[in-house]
């Protein structure tokens, strides 16, 4: 079984520039976590997705935040014009809802290893 | 607003000592899920145990333990013969309930870094 993976696993780009990272969860995982993690702190929710739906977002999300998950598989969030302050780890969870019939242990997230991102 | 507080920045101790973490909570909810997560220098995330608001029994998983206490709204995990590869930073975290009623993102302390001497 194939835990959550993230890609790339660190990323170096100019203040301006747009960067894409994604996420790929647990296979049977209806329910898709990103979030922040800045030094010294823990990680803070961004939003999230139950199958394809984007159900929540987080205030942190500005505009220049864009996340998706067109088949409710993998997902990718976009910044677009970057700034200094974006640069953090990017973590992704999955979960089970506990809504999917015959399952245990729903809510329990699980985390990839993230994604580094420095501005510059 | 839901909130998690864990006191303790940073913790020493050295090898085959017992050691605490302390976590205390904040929610309005009376359904609610608490957690403890690893991190280890790696970076990722490792989760460790799920506790339900309505089930007040501690629980031990070998060197693991966890004391959930609702009267004082705190949920701390001993490490029992703490060895070097526990040192990590060490997270508490509460899950919130949507509008819907399901809960879901999780709402972490800012995490406690353990270190084992050996």
């Known amino acids: 079984d194939t835990g959550v993976s993230q890609n790339p696993r660190h990323k170096i780009t100019k203040r301006g520039q747009n960067v894409t990272f994604r996420c790929d969860p647990i296979?049977?995982?209806?329910?898709l976590y990103w979030y922040r993690q800045t030094l010294g702190q823990g990680p803070e929710f961004l939003t999230y997705f139950q199958n394809e739906a984007q159900l929540e977002k987080s205030r942190l999300l500005s505009d220049r935040f864009s996340a998706e998950r067109p088949k409710g598989s993998f997902s990718t969030l976009e910044i677009q014009r970057t700034e200094q302050g974006d640069s953090a780890m990017y973590l992704c969870a999955s979960s089970l809802s506990p809504q999917t019939s015959g399952r245990a242990r729903p809510y329990e997230q699980y985390f990839g290893p993230g994604t580094r991102l420095t501005v510059t | 607003a839901q909130k998690v507080t864990q006191a303790q920045t940073e913790i020493s101790v050295v090898e085959k000592e017992d050691v605490t973490l302390d976590c205390v909570y904040e929610t309005r909810d009376t359904t609610y899920y608490l957690f403890w997560y690893k991190q280890p220098p790696s970076g990722e995330l490792v989760f460790l145990i799920r506790r339900n608001s309505f089930d007040e029994q501690n629980e031990i998983s070998g060197r693991y333990s966890w004391n959930f206490q609702k009267s004082t709204s705190s949920f701390n995990f001993t490490i029992t013969a703490s060895q070097v590869v526990d040192s990590a930073v060490y997270f508490c975290?509460?899950?919130?309930?949507?509008?819907?009623?399901?809960?879901?993102?999780?709402?972490f302390g800012k995490g406690t870094l353990l270190t084992v001497n050996p």
């Open positions: 296979s049977e995982h209806n329910r």
């Open positions: 975290a509460l899950s919130e309930r949507n509008s819907g009623g399901s809960n879901y993102k999780l709402t």
